[in-house]
């Protein structure tokens, strides 16, 4: 879902759609090709298991960003 989410939303994007459609496909390759490298380097199951704990504490830091960043700010006295 995020993946659609975020390729079918260059439009909306500012700047050039054709430049950041192309930016945003010219990402993949890389991605693609380190997926196969990764793949028949460590496996599936381990690949599988490292993409989902990053994704895990991706999702989790998160509530930092928000807690500690933008008009909600919260502020830490030290005493």
């Not at 459609?21 to 599936?44: H, N, Q």
């Amino acid at each position: 879902m995020a993946y659609y989410g975020l390729s079918l939303n260059t439009g909306n994007l500012g700047g050039n759609f054709f430049l950041n459609f192309t930016l945003s496909g010219l990402v993949e390759i890389p991605a693609y090709t380190l997926c196969i490298l990764l793949l028949d380097k460590i496996g599936r199951k381990w690949l599988h298991f490292c993409c989902m704990v990053f994704g895990g504490i991706a999702c989790i830091s998160t509530v930092f960003t928000s807690l500690y960043a933008g008009e909600g700010k919260i502020e830490l006295s030290l005493q």
